[in-house]
């Protein structure tokens, strides 16, 4: 079935011709993504104004069978976001519902629609001197509704948790067009099943997040941020311990010497904090709600007992605001870094934190053996347990041909993954790329259980088809 | 239809005859709930030793239509875990699930059985120098089976969440006796919809939880509790506020006076804290990771600030354990004290924060207006927004008739709290009590959608009927 010039024209009807988009260069940023694993054609982008508008696209979609994708800030990395081949998916665009709709200070929430890009709301959440936590490197782009959709998690997870814990209450259309109004403010409430918590990490493929309750937080009084160079994976997880034991850990990541040597050579601007050279990094950030001298304390005594211990060999202290910025850049940089070093099978995966040294052994004589000379740039949230474990082409290899592998290789390391109780996606959700590939690993009784959940809420399976189940 | 010898036998087989009463006396304690609001019969009560046990009792249940009621410790307050006065309903006993299978204390985790009891795990994670953070007035017999089935919140969602936040992970046995291996210790798994979080808080309605992973904590090095005094609900939230602007609160409960003369009255041994009397109190707790120094430190320049700022009347600081305990005492009898003073009528009712003082002058004038010389004994978690709005009757009145108008003034409140966009059920759950009643409060498309789930996993309806949906 192909998308009718006449049922274009009725979906236009609903956003008016200005906001549905048929012409390919108007339509052709919705079409790639970052990855740039996946190529999608479509007849349609639809960018809608309001929640009633999203329902009403819905219901028209939900009648004709209309297959339905929805598109945030496009910067997903498994192609949950993402049209097919065929050309007649419609695109659903959440980026005119961009209001900040409440600031609730007395209550420490926000309710904010779907497209307000996290960067904004972050933004706007520190001009009320409170803190909204999340904390992705696509702040800048990427949307709330987005992040909700794939329960995002990011750099601050440790301390605040992920977006599913961010999360007081859901608007959310649904297939047949029927509103879910569940904008609750309430920290407490056991009046039946958890809908909310189902929809959130649900990628579009049961409806669609209009708008959300999320919590804030205070502002922390001071910051503190360290570059510590450890011996090992073993090292890192023991100076996580002693960071933890010393409270207001906010951040702990974990960097191998290979990522940031790359990030050197390749991010203008970028050096190393340290000219001590280790196998391993760590990023850590100390925040404390009273004072900047109460954060930098806790940190200076964390690192100072490590030194001493043995646990670090070495440590730089950000002095100022430039500084703790470029710490951050650098662990953030080093997706973008890693391109120019050729091609690169990612990885997002989580382990039982103290499975991490062990599997990061055994995966690395595995995927050495499978392609000798690869460069492991592993690097990631230690103090949740999840890792990006990026593997780059050996030097001088052809970029397609090791890029052919990339099936091959995931389920070598997504097999190691399993053996140790991990999880084949921490953070970046199942989308398009794993969806086979989590057949291998799910429980079957779980993948049954999601498709008949999936049949309650889109019994025409319109939302989002091909991904995720 | 009527459970048949042939049955009873069948299903006796399972367990072994000594686990399956049938004996009026021997089933006694599992009939009668503690409100004695609801006085069940039952043909059989089974006591399975194992999750296979648990899965076959299941599996027959279900290829027989026989209801199966799930219960644990026997302590909800809502009736989700009693049977019906038809005798038909099997009641499936946890407690036999007693064990914890491992204490994971590299990954702050523990795998724990449902029919483990709350206070055993609590003082078996102390033992291991971890704090397990969930406690209850009934933590010496609920049991973590039931925790997770209701979400149970108690004092310490404040700092740590209630059983939804503090789960990492389930093992549950399904109506047709598969069972679900969700067994995870990750942090971060985003790999498809959110099973755990729709059995927790499910209330027996899905299928069986019979084990969990569950977080734990470092033991806080110090803890400071207090006893203050202020004379109304806005200044209790005032101090709410202050307190949590110093860092390091872990408990914060409103007593409404009446309450603690009930407590003093009843209750022997309980004295109050404070010569002053006001018509508020507020407990407050602080822990501190750090020392017992950093605790108390907190807590006494918060109550030196809020005391120079007119917020308290008066405070009286625990000078020891046995005070910290006994302070702790104080609010926890508040439910068996009031007990003595008459009928009372609950409401477990939350709130956004910020509405709570105007809520309580609304529902004090409509309440007083159905029934003249009421006593209102209001307290509760109110950090989270969660009031226990206890209705005691009038000096004099007939108890009966004042029980009989339960469903009329629950009715009453809950409009109030619905129009503060509050819940009908903070953190006990739906059960048999408020079944009718949250009809008129959820949105009917959401009582569709949780009625399609429950058909996903229960298609035969033997799960917990009658309760929640």
Known sequence: MTLSPTLITQFASIVGDKYALTDPAAMASHLHEPRDLYHGRSPLVLK????????????????????????GGNTGLVGGQTADQFGEEVILSLSRLNRIREFDLDGNCVVVEAGV????????????????????????????????ASNAGGTQVLAYGNMRELCLGLEVALPDGQVLNGLSRLKKDNTGYDLRDLFIGSEGTL?????????????????????????????????????RAGGNLTGFELVAHIGMAFTVEYMPGSRMPLETIAPWYVLAEFSS???????????????EAAFKAGTILDAAIASNKAQEDAFWALRENMSDAQKHAGGSIKHDISLPVASIPAFIGKAAAAVNAMIPGVRLVTFGHLGDGNLHYN??????????????????MNHLVHGIVHEFNGSISAEHGIGRLKRAELTHYKQPLALDLMRRIKAVFDPNGIMNPGKLI
């Open 48 to 71: 809608p104004g309001s929640t009633a508008e999203v329902a009403a696209i819905l219901k028209l979609a939900n009648e004709t069978r209309t297959v339905i994708v929805p598109q």
């Open 117 to 148: 890009v996290l960067e904004t709301l972050a933004r706007a959440a520190a001009e009320h001197d409170r803190l909204f936590p999340l904390w992705l490197a696509s702040a800048g782009s990427c949307q709330i509704g987005g992040n909700l």
């Open 207 to 243: 409806g669609i997040i209009t708008a959300a309750v999320l919590k804030l937080f205070p502002q922390p009084k001071g910051r503190a941020v360290a570059w510590a160079a450890v011996e090992s994976a073993q090292q890192a997880l023991a100076l996580l311990g002693q960071a």
């Open 289 to 303: 709600s009273r004072s900047q001298e109460d954060a930098s304390g806790t940190m200076t005594s964390v690192l």
């Open 391 to 408: 593997v780059t082409q050996p030097v001088g290899m052809d970029k397609a041909a090791f890029l052919a592998r990339w099936g091959e």
